[in-house]
């Protein structure tokens, strides 16, 4: 099948996290940097997002993250197209930002 803007897909995760103990902050840190080993960059705090080339692709990382699921807090797991995450305006402050380029390097796994 080609690749297209309507196939290939953004996955966001958005997290809120308790950090009121030291165990609660390891919890955080621990999905943190979990999820940024499978990919996944930052985007803002406490939302991180990953290129996936398919729907099958995202399904795959989609539950890894759901593996990775902390026992408090809330998680968001959302997807959108490439088309649709084109779409977005970013801005600091008043100042118009560029949004980051789509991976031209295809997965081979």
């Given at each position: 099948?080609?690749?297209?803007?309507?196939?290939?897909?953004?996955?966001?995760?958005?997290?809120?996290?308790?950090?009121?103990?030291?165990?609660?902050?390891?919890?955080?840190?621990?999905?943190?940097?979990?999820?940024?080993?499978?990919g996944?960059?930052m985007?803002?705090?406490?939302?991180?997002?990953?290129?996936?080339?398919?729907?099958?692709?995202?399904?795959?990382?989609?539950?890894?993250?759901?593996?990775?699921?902390?026992?408090?807090?809330?998680?968001?797991?959302?997807?959108?197209?490439d088309?649709?995450?084109?779409?977005?305006?970013?801005?600091?402050?008043?100042?118009?930002?560029?949004?980051?380029?789509?991976?031209?390097?295809?997965?081979?796994?």
């Amino acid at each position: 099948m080609r690749f297209n803007e309507y196939r290939i897909l953004w996955i966001l995760v958005l997290f809120d996290l308790p950090t009121e103990t030291k165990k609660d902050r390891k919890l955080y840190a621990k999905f943190r940097k979990d999820i940024m080993a499978d990919g996944f960059a930052m985007f803002q705090f406490s939302i991180y997002l990953r290129h996936c080339s398919s729907r099958e692709n995202a399904d795959v990382h989609i539950a890894r993250v759901k593996g990775l699921l902390p026992p408090k807090g809330h998680v968001g797991i959302l997807t959108v197209t490439d088309k649709q995450f084109g779409m977005m305006e970013l801005f600091y402050g008043k100042e118009q930002k560029e949004l980051p380029n789509t991976p031209q390097q295809l997965e081979l796994f």
